[in-house]
Structures are given as structure tokens and as C-alpha cells.
């Protein structure tokens, strides 16, 4: 099948397209970057030296469609809808890793992002986390991959969510992400020598991907659910560590946390339950598609905690997208995403 | 003024060396080290050859205090107790950074650390933050330096304790540390090959230092406070970012919450309440005495949070310890600490 | 075809395994641990859980014989050729990955590693460097796989030393490494709180591998060739970047090294010969078996100066294994070794 | 003795600010910022609130003569000849941390710079390396700082240099620097994203530090000598490790190389002589302004490797400038200088 990857010099770009090249169904047909338009793929990133044979073109949706069977958008906000909208048109199947389709309510859309460019198209869009909406996929044609900071919190989460176990409709959320998470942002706080060694919370009870969890928590929970959302940046490139803080609504234990937990993802591949009394690690899913989760009962404080780690460019970006393709087609869910961890 | 430093060369141990030879009034004239007993330390830690004209000696109390009239001692727990009370019989006023006497209670510490060796000691004994406890400094011969963790988290706390801003008598902790805060402990996952780049909890909810922070945090509110405390490695050496969550006994909003940390830090000088929407971080106050605070209100889901960074090796360890002797010789309190952070 | 991976446990067993298990044409059989043995291999390293139906086993050669039909062997020198001895009379095919089958000279051996425990295998292994001695390699029962610094120095060193570009009969190699190189060794130097920011050479002039690129050198000069060697270790985990200084017999330009470069591996799918003024770097072939490679000429100096990167536990361990597993049985060299390098 | 800081937002100027500060011989009348100019130093930089109780201003040669007696100046090449110029004329002594005044050759200057903007002061100017030129430092009113890797390469080769070691008149210097050495340039190389973890050769023989290492090489050695300068990024932020290669003119061992630094550097309070065996390591400098230098000759090849570290921001920046400060006002050099390495 030929694939094309809008917007692949990003650094979500750059990482699905290490898993395209390594996905055996896939023929990467297309890659495009505004910026490096006519560059040859290995001489704008040397490490795709001798294993892509393309130049990046400008992003023409009519052109794409004559040569691709599917598009993976990976462009910023606002800026993604509109290419979508025209290659939706043209019968392209999309998997989008903008937000510009997460958020089913038009006017939370507009209040975090502004104005939405292709509005038409966020009623049809299928929310692209297959462990909730895999009934979902087979038929989707425009996917909304999900935030990185959503997936991680949002895994570990849902079984207590659906069974009911939040106290008041009110969850706290305090993650740590590596800074490739910000994108290739020429910002100064980003540069080496001051993110070395550095660790600060930022856009506290404000980021944009808040009301992502909010919307699905909800969904979830069968109610109205308030997420209090705290990102924290790491002194690293990849990874997010989510640990979230539920306030119970009756007596519950470990054991039964992790049963849940176990119960819920003993058929899903990418999911792994962890043993008691272990802590999802960075090390342990970074350069693959898995999230680790696990959780406990604070007895005496009457809380759950809820732990997770994903590689944020992968279950958190492409990596999902390419399993929700899979999905979308009927292959197994892990075709070219079979690559182990680097705990090195 | 003759200090004598206990334990010198643990990470603690060298970087409270750094701080007492730059203190305008003291002399360091014994550094201990069984392990290192003989060697020069120049020879046992290059950076400070040419600095520090004394060697290593095993830990004497009888030949220690007839060269020193104060001493820090940055052992292990239970292995400081023992030489403590040796070095208060001699009459040598003690700081002492392990957990011995931190803990009012002997049933929690040897529900947490085992049993004491020097029990007599602990009802005299000050918290040596002075923040807290400055009043009671100035006749301390033996002051209980508190942890790093706590440290993080009492300070930013605090006026919201007192001024009984908690709902429900319970406060999660979710605190994130460089690994010098573990020691130099030969573990593997401390390996730079391990670590670099990893973040993780670990133990979740039953950290030594949560009866620590709930005994403060009680004392402070005038009423029992429970902690539920989740500490979590950080891929790099120094520092704590320190992100409580409170639920609101009230309506309150950020503007109340700054007001009231700036109205209880305006003349400490190691307590720095950051602007509106700045968040602590450690590029700020690594190398440094400096704890930077941040509150704010979550009005929608009626959190205060609460947020905090140090350096865990400075403040959170031999920099509070000079503070405090500072505070009980009637020194201002900032001699040998005016050091400024290192940005970089 | 079932592999056994021996020594599956350390830095270079464990990337090894990530390798095998993507590899179309082979079955990871059996993996050893002497520490480990008795635990499954998701429990010991949980990156590897869901992914390894296996546990850590003793290396037993008879067993292992029945079991497997090739062997990967990754242990310390001397550790690793009782071992291979059995293996080889079993009739098992090893690849391995100590030195104790590199350096052809016994008392070249002797002289920089003790007595040597199989003396009688060490003239019918073949140097496992596809590039070099690929002719050799489908009839090789025993693969001295070369260690990681000879093979960053001798790839693009190797075209100048047979065109006789060599004055002297001496070169100077400074190479810098992560420290994965140094396996997982509990050496506090090595702790992260030690080692993160950390650079400093180590084993001037005496490094076990110079002895390894001296004879492969000499080779390729047709003529005894010295090398000066001088590690450096890097603050980062993978990877080493190696800078080689050659006093030019006569006078060159950079166009003409360049040209001999290119010339020498523009059939190789795993030398990178960059452009013009490109000086290879980790970002580039970390996670790949690539090797990148560059020379310029000094002309002022008359030095010729040349460049590599590789991942040291790749091309550098048993990335370059597996390419010689692949060339002994006729398959493309390149199976299971297409990952294309991460970038972040 | 007022100081003013020119240049005091760059990674540069911020270290030494930390210096000036520490200074018990200066006060820091003011600091300017052409971006930052009326904003307070605090307030751009949340590390120092508290600590100065400044603003910055845009920098007016006049304005600043009338406010202090010293001028440290720490901009780009060619902007900063301008205004040292102006702040010579009203008779403020300045040490210049750019490059505008270290090469004595104007056609050398212009060659590797393009025009100078004051050629008139360039024979005036004093190489501000104390320990090569700190007779002519008492009547120096332009300093002309040296840059960070000369620092490191030429303070170990002089003895070598002037004693005639030397065979050919030809050096390598392979170093390795960290990233803060390129200053806050926003460039996406230097993003954290793409930094960490990396390493590579840049401007190979054709850096700008090539011909000032040259130009004192050859004062010392009394002959013209070249140098094949190759420089490397480190991923980490502060410090330089250089490692030379000397061909020896004839035949010298180890014992004698170490003895000749010793005999160089035995009353410098600056260098370190390691004992034999020892690296020089960036843990051991970082945060100071010492230089630590071994020697040791590998009699096979017949070279002599001259190995060093330093912290590119304090003795290859503003450390090395307060050290001229002293020594031209006849304070004891260390004075604001003794602050121990931080070893974590």
C-alpha cells in the first residue's frame, strides 16, 4: 500500500518514518516538508542516507492523491485540517496527528485552538486510541491520532473510569515529558545548554491537551469528568511518565486495582500490566509502541494511583497512527511495530 | 570557628566541603571517611587538589573533639546516632544531616528505619529549618537537618498549612529528583548507561521521607495531615521539582494563594516566591541555597497547587545545614551560601 | 535457524537480542545468564515483556548443542573460550563477540590478556569484519567478532593503509565512546551522578584494542603499522565518533581521499562515505549497524585526517555479529539489520 | 572598584556575572543587554533575583565611563572592538572576552574575521593568559582575553613548546568541547532534541580558534608552528578536554614530560600538574577556574600527548579575565576565584 507522510521533517515526522520504512505492507510514496521542498530525504537528515530513495515536495493535495492510498498528516494544528479536507476529498484515507480532529465539541475546539479550519469533517473523525475505539476503525477514514499526553494518561485510566471507581468527577494528572515533545522549537529554553540538566512544570492547569482527556475521561465515565492537568518537562528527548491521582469513591485495594488493570488489557498487545509493586520506566517502552501501566490504593489517603509510560514519538504519535492503520485495514494491529524497547 | 565534617565523602559529605570552604568563618579542620582514612583528599577527589591541605581520618569522637567545636555529620541513619552522642558528650555542637533525629516520634522512626540508637537525643533536638523553627536555633547543640524531599515540599506548604487552606487533612506530593539525592550506591540502574534518560516512580506512596513531611505538615496545620507522597528519578544529578496537590477547604483564587506565600517569605532570604504564572525550575537554583515557590488555584476543580524547586544537595542537604549554624552562632544566616545559581 | 545467544544479560547481549528478535531468518532458541538464570527474560528486563517467551538458562554446551545452530557468545575475555571450545565441538558455528579470538598473535594475546584458554581454536577464526574479509566468511565455523573501537578506526582507515597514504607506519587514533562500552560494570566512576557531564581520556597509549587495530592495520599496509590510541569517554550512553591523524607519505587533497573513500565502499550497505565537509556524528547511525565515514587533507600540515561514528553496540557488537551471521550463510548481509537510526 | 559587564545576557556574560559577584573586590555598577535593556536582571534571568539588584541597559560607551573604572566586554567579534574602543578613550581599563583583540597580525585578524573595526588598539593589547604574560599584565589597560579552547591547548604545551620538544614545527589538537561554547545560538542542532546524546567533529582545520593557537604556539616554541586544530561537540554542556599530539624531536619519556610541567606550574595556583597516570577529567574543573594537565609520551610512536581540562565559561572566559583583572590591579590572582569544582 502507498503511503504518503505530510509534513515528515518534523520530529513526529521523522520518527514515523523510521516505522514506515520498517512496516512490511508499506511503500512510502510520498514525503513532504515545506521547508526542505527538493532536498533529498538523506541529505536534510543524514541517518536516512542509502534507506529512502525521495525528495521532500511541497504538500500538494491533488498530487498526492494520484500516487498514495493513504496520508499520514503530521503538521501543526490549523495548519493540518485544510490539506486534510482536500485529501479527504479526493478519497484518501487520512490518519491525522494534528489536534485539529480530537475534539468532538466544535466550540472546545475553538476556545483552546481558535478558529477551526475544516469543522465539516470533525463529526466523522474516529478518535484513533484502538484499545477504546477499535470497533471504530475498520470504517474510519479520517483518524484522529491522540495526543501523546492523553494516551499516556488516558490508558492506565479507563478501566477505573468505567467501573465507576472516581469520587467526584475530578482527576489529577502530573506528567513528565522529554522535550521532543515540543517539537523542533527555536527557543532558547530549548537549547542544550539550558535544558541540560533542567525540570520545571509548565502551562499548569492550561495546556491544550487538558480538554483532550477531559472529552474522553468522560466518555469513559458516562459524565461529566474535570481533569487538572500538570505537564512537567524532562531533562531528556523522549518518553512521558504520567502519574495520576484519583480520589476513590468507595474501599478499594491493590489487588483489585491491578485485577482491573489486568482484566482490562490481557488481550491488547501494547498495553502491559505491570507486576506489583513495579513502576513503569522510560527505559522500558522508549523506542517501542507499548505503555506500561500499572496502579495501587493509598489506603489511608483514600487515593489511586495511576502510572504509565510510553515513548511520546511512538504510542504517542506515529506508532499509534500506524496501529490504527492497521486497524483501519484488517492487519494485525502490530505489523511494524514489533521492535523491542532500547533500555540502552 | 573549628568544624569538623563527618562523613566527607559522600555526596552530601563533598558538597557541604565545597560550602565550608567558602564560609568566611569557619575552618575546616578534620574531614572523616572510612573508607578513604589516609588519603589526601586531593588524591581521593581531584577537584579539590590544591584546595583542601587535610586527609581523611576514620570517625574518632574522642580525637574529633578536641580539634573541632562544631560538627556536620553526613552519615547514613543509624550509623549517625552513635557517633552524635559521642560528639554531645564532648560538648560538640552537631548538625546532623541523616535521618536520626528528624523524627519526634520513636515509634514512626522505627516503624520506618528500625530501632534507634540513640533515643535519649531526640526530644532535644531541633528541625533545623529555619524557616520554621529560627526561634529555637540560637541554643541547638544538636539540630536534625531535615531531608531533601521535605525541604521541597514543607516550604511552599507551609502558609498554606497554618492558614488551614487543606479540606480533607490529606495532600498528595508528586516530587521529581536528580540521583545524587540515592548516594553513591553501586546499584546498576544508577549506571549512566541505565539512567541516562530514564524517569521513574518508585516507592510509591512509602518513601522514608512521607512521615517526615506528614509530621511538619501536621505540626504546621495543628491537626494530623496525612502525605501521600510519590517520588520520581530524573535523568540528571541535582535538583528537586516538588508539585503538591491540595484540595481546597474554600473558594480561593491565585491571586490569595501568591499574596499569601509572598506575605510569608518577604524577608526570608532563601525563600524567592516567583512572578504570576512563573513556575520553579532547576536551572534556577541549582548550586544554590535558593528554594523557589509558586501557588496557584485550579478554581474548576478546586485544587491549590503548589509548586517548589532546589538544589537537593544545597538546600536539601549542607547548605540548610550552614544556614542553621549559622543561625544558632547569630551569623547571618546567608554567610557562605550567597553563591549564585549556575544557569548552565 | 535457531540461535543461542550466551552472555545475553550485559549491554551487548541485551542489544543483541533486540536484533535477533527482528530478524526474519532466525529463532532465538535459548539465551544464558550465569546471574539470571531461573528468570524469565520479561521479568529480569521488563522492555523485553510480551516480546521473549524465554528464560535466562545456564550455559551448558552439551544442552545448548542440541538446542541451537549457531551460537552468539557474549562474554568476558578468557570467560568466553572454554565456552566456545565446547560449542565448536559440538559442531555449533560461533560468532563471538569476546576478544579472546581477534588477535592472531598468542603472545600478542598473552601480553595484553593472560594465557589464553583455547589456544588451538584462535588460528581458524576468521575476523569478523564483512568489509574486510568477506571472502572468508562463508566457510567460518568461529567468528572473531572485532571489538568496537577497531572497527570505527580501521573501516575508514582501511582504503588510505592499502593505497600506502601512510609516512610513517604510525597513526594516531583518538576515538570517544559512550559508556555503554564499558559494559555494566559497578564502578561508581560510572554512576550517573559521576559520569553525567563527565569527559576524560582513559588508558593513554595502552588500551586493550590498540593491539586489535595494529594488527588489522598492519594488514592492510602490508607492513608493520603503530597506532597510538586514545579513548576518551563521552557523557552520553551510545556511540563512538573516531578521528584518526595520518602523516601523509606524500602530497593529497581532500578530493582525492574523498575519492579513495568512495571508491572503496560504494558497493557496501554499511559504510556511509558523506559528502564533502559532512563529519559523521552519533545523531546519524545511533540504533544502525551504519558506519559513517570522512577524510579530509590538511594540507598545511600534511596530515590526513579521518572520521567514523558508529553504535558501538551495533556495527560495534552484534549488529556486525548478525552481518556476519548473514554472510557466512549466504544471505544478505543486510537482514535484520535495516532499522534505520534515531535520530532523538 | 566599579565594573561594568558588556555583553551580560550571553552564557558568557551570565557566569561571569556569577564571578563579579562573588568578587570581594568589585561591585557590578552595571550590566548591558541590547535585548534584554530595561528589563531586571532578575526578571530575564530568575536565577539571580535576589541577588542583583540591577537592570539592564542598552550599552552607551559614555553613560558607562562615567559609572565605572573597569569595563569586561563579552560580545561578538567586530561588535565589540567599537566599543572598547570608545570606552578606551574615556580611559576605562577593559578586558575583552572576544576576539577582536588576540591576533596581532592584522591580515590574520582580517583573513579569519573579515575588517577590523579597531586596528589601532590591536598592538596595544595584552594576551590576558596570566601565566604566559603576566608581566606585561600590571600596565595593561586591553585585556585581550584568550578563547576557550587556546585556553585549554596551550596552557599544557608551552613547557613543551619552549623547550624545543617539538619535531616539526606541527601539532594536533583533537578537543572536545560542550555546547554552552557556542553561546545562545538558535540553531536546531543545538536544540536539547537533537543535542543530546550526540557527538561530532565541526569546522575541522578550519576553526577561527586555529590561528590564535597558532600565533602563541609559535611565540612560545620562538619558531613558526602549525596547528591541525579539530574540534568535537560533546553532549553536555560545560568544559573542554584537550588532547594534543606532539612528534617528539628526539627521544623523551614520560618522567621527563611530567617533570617539565611540574617545574612550569609549580607556583601557578591555576594549572594542575595530575599525578602520573591521571586524566584530566571535566568533573574535576567544572565550576572553577583551574586548568589540569598531564603529559605522558608513548616512546613506540614517538609522541608526546599533552592532555587538559578546563571549564570553557570560567578559565576559558570570564574566570580567565577576572584572573587578569587581579593581576593588573596587583590583587592576589584568586581573588573571586576560589570557589571548589563541583564535582556533581
Known amino acids: 500500500m502507498r503511503v504518503g507522510l505530510i509534513g515528515a521533517s518534523g520530529y513526529a515526522g521523522l520518527e514515523l518514518l523510521r516505522i514506515l520504512l520498517r512496516h512490511p505492507r508499506l511503500e512510502v510514496a510520498a514525503v513532504t516538508s515545506e521547508q526542505r521542498a527538493g532536498q533529498r530525504v538523506g541529505e536534510a537528515f543524514p541517518a536516512f542516507r542509502g534507506l529512502v530513495d525521495l525528495s521532500f515536495v511541497s504538500a ?107 469520587a467526584d468527577a475530578s482527576i489529577v494528572v502530573d506528567a513528565k515529558s522529554g522535550v521532543s515533545g515540543a517539537g523542533r522549537k527555536l527557543d532558547a529554553g530549548f537549547l542544550m545548554a539550558e535544558m541540560d540538566g533542567e525540570c520545571r512544570a509548565y502551562n499548569v492547569g492550561k495546556h491544550r491537551h487538558a480538554p483532550e482527556i477531559e472529552q474522553e475521561a468522560s466518555v469513559l465515565a458516562g459524565d461529566s469528568v474535570g481533569v487538572l492537568f500538570v505537564p512537567h518537562l524532562l531533562p531528556t528527548v523522549r518518553g512521558i511518565i504520567s502519574t495520576a491521582y484519583v480520589k476513590l469513591a468507595g474501599k478499594r485495594s491493590s489487588q483489585e486495582a491491578r485485577a482491573l488493570l489486568e482484566a482490562a488489557y490481557e488481550d491488547e498487545e501494547f498495553v502491559r ?34 502510572l504509565s509510560a510510553i515513548d511520546n514519538l511512538i504510542k504517542g504519535a506515529g506508532g499509534q497512527a500506524v496501529q490504527c492503520l492497521n486497524a483501519t485495514q484488517g492487519w494485525n494491529e502490530t505489523e511494524g511495530l514489533t521492535e523491542a524497547p532500547h533500555i540502552l
Open 60 to 166: 500538494d493535495p491533488a498530487v498526492l492523491a494520484s500516487r498514495v492510498d493513504v496520508a499520514f498528516t503530521a503538521l501543526p494544528h490549523a495548519a493540518s485540517a485544510p490539506i486534510v479536507r482536500e485529501l479527504r476529498k479526493a478519497g484518501v484515507r487520512v490518519l491525522d496527528l494534528s489536534a485539529d480532529f480530537r475534539l468532538r465539541d466544535l466550540g472546545t475546539y475553538e476556545a483552546w485552538y481558535g478558529s477551526h479550519p475544516a469543522p465539516e469533517l470533525v463529526s466523522g473523525a474516529v478518535y484513533g486510541m484502538p484499545e477504546l475505539y477499535r470497533e471504530a476503525l475498520p470504517d474510519a477514514d479520517l483518524v484522529a491520532v491522540p495526543g501523546c499526553y492523553p494516551t499516556a494518561a488516558l490508558l492506565p485510566l479507563a478501566p477505573f473510569l468505567r467501573a465507576g471507581w472516581c
Open 273 to 306: 500490566v505491570l507486576p506489583e509493586g513495579a513502576t513503569p520506566a522510560l527505559s522500558a517502552v522508549r523506542g517501542s509502541n507499548f505503555c506500561d501501566v500499572n496502579a495501587l490504593v493509598d489506603e489511608r489517603s483514600g487515593n489511586l494511583v495511576v
